[in-house]
């Protein structure tokens, strides 16, 4: 297959629909076969690439031998076509097919993937990018990359120890059996008492992080031109790590986040929590050379990523685990992000909390999703503006992403302010976070924590409002 950094920008013309296909396939991963799913277009690449004046127009196919659905991450499509099993279309069963359309309303990086189960985590899953037509005409080239965490374990063996081991006990699921550079590194590196609370970057230890497919045993190098501008795409489809993004030499403007537009903050290292996406503007140097683009596991030496390179310049074999530990991930760069088209000013009329629950001696986790006020079950109707303020009581932190919305960040702790619009926002420890949003696309939604063993164990709440209450 060809490379997510050269996924086909062909827009669907007229009314045909665009073709996707749900496969498997076989990948190498530190030399050996793995079994993995796919999902491609009608070019047999990666993903899906639309523009935002067509509608999305795909027919889903399934060829993976089981049911299985494919949820539109970031998009907000009506309910019925969100891609939840059950809520309230049917899984797709083996061979079958489904056609979707609906209108899109903003360009960006998005992504798809299975929400049935634990497929997710055998790579069932794709960039799927919006395109505004006027930025087609900008030069500069587009790099997508999707993070990924591997393991030749069945995930429903992954859960199976978790369950049994509890929490931060289930690293033997994935393991290697034959250790090698890129094996055997500690769980929970980045471990601390937090108010006597112990905080944990990871519960779950892989047997390689993957980058487009690739470790940094062999990375896939993408070719660029010297003094040219780049639209780094990063997607963290990884189902239960978070990220540091190192640009290394080359400083980047952050310019989007979960496929919105936010005020450029130039750095060279940037959080990237599970099922997050971050848009870097990056310029190659005029004299060229080899840049390594790495992401580094929170709490842990582990590392992957791309490298971009212009013509001729030599590249260095890069190690899979790095020399010292990356820390926690935070909210610091959070608290300075603004949207570039915010929400508009308006008070809440309903507010409600959620609080994150559980990892106590045991693998189960919630959320518990009520009205501020405490009486009575949560109600919303359409056309409300809506606050939830989500209040992580457990000891590790927890992506949080809405269904059928984008939301946005406007409060940390007491400290409000008018932040990035997003889909998802990691909640750490002992921190609440307020999001707000427009009641304005009916439905049953989830609510959930997108680390993907956590939403297995039950960190899912749901939020019901149709046309009126």
């Not at 980045?190 to 006597?196: R, T, Y």
């Not at 080899?290 to 590249?315: K, N, Q, Y």
Request: hydrophobic share 40%; aromatic share 6%; glycine share 10%.
């Amino acid at each position: 297959m060809a490379p997510f950094s050269s996924m086909s920008r062909a827009i669907a013309e007229g009314s045909s629909a665009q073709i996707l296909r749900a496969e498997r396939r076989i990948i190498e991963v530190h030399g050996r076969a793995a079994d993995a799913f796919g999902l491609h277009n009608g070019q047999g690449t990666a993903g899906l690439s639309i523009a935002l004046n067509e509608p999305f127009r795909v027919r889903l196919e399934n060829r993976i031998g089981s049911p299985t659905l494919i949820h539109w991450h970031g998009l907000t499509p009506p309910w019925e076509q969100d891609g939840m099993p059950g809520m309230p279309a049917a899984a797709l069963e083996t061979d079958e097919s489904r056609d979707y359309e609906f209108p899109l309303h903003e360009a960006g990086t998005f992504w798809m993937h299975s929400h049935l189960g634990l497929q997710e985590q055998a790579l069932l899953a794709a960039p799927l990018i919006v395109h505004d037509p006027e930025e087609l005409a900008i030069d500069r080239q587009d790099v997508v990359v999707m993070l990924h965490d591997f393991s030749f374990r069945p995930a429903e063996e992954i859960l199976l120890a978790l369950n049994a081991g509890g929490h931060g006990m289930a690293g033997a699921s994935g393991i290697p059996a034959t250790p090698d550079e890129h094996a055997g590194h500690a769980m929970d590196l980045e471990s601390s008492s937090m108010s006597g609370m112990m905080v944990h970057a990871n519960d779950i230890d892989f047997d390689a992080y993957l980058a487009n497919d690739r470790t940094l045993d062999d990375p896939e190098i993408v070719p660029v031109e010297r003094s040219g501008r780049i639209r780094l795409r990063i997607v963290n489809a990884a189902a239960a790590t978070n990220f540091h993004i190192d640009t290394g030499e080359l400083v980047a403007s952050l310019i989007a986040v979960d496929g919105r537009n936010i005020a450029a903050i130039a750095g060279s290292r940037f959080p990237l929590a599970i099922s997050q996406r971050i848009d870097l503007e990056i310029t190659v140097p005029k004299t060229g050379g080899s840049f390594p683009i790495l992401a580094l596991r929170e709490g842990d030496t582990a590392r992957t990523g791309i490298v971009l390179a212009t013509a001729g310049a030599a590249t260095s074999r890069l190690s899979g685990l790095a020399e010292l530990s990356a820390g926690f991930l935070d909210l610091e760069i959070e608290q300075r992000m603004q949207a570039a088209t915010p929400l508009a000013e308006q008070p809440a009329d309903r507010r409600l909390t959620a609080d994150l629950f559980g990892g106590h001696g045991d693998y189960r986790w919630g959320v518990d999703l009520r009205d501020r006020s405490g009486s009575g079950p949560v109600t919303a109707a359409r056309g409300e503006r809506i606050e939830v303020a989500i209040r992580n009581r457990t000891g590790m932190s927890h992506p949080m992403h809405l269904h059928g919305h984008g939301f946005q960040v406007v409060a940390i702790g007491e400290q409000r302010f008018r932040g990035a619009r997003r889909d998802t926002l990691l909640v750490p420890p002992e921190t609440t976070v307020t999001i707000a949003f427009d009641a304005d696309n009916p439905g049953r939604w989830m609510l959930h924590c997108h680390h993907l063993y956590h939403m297995a164990a039950g960190m899912v709440a749901l939020l019901d409002y149709r046309e009126a209450t």
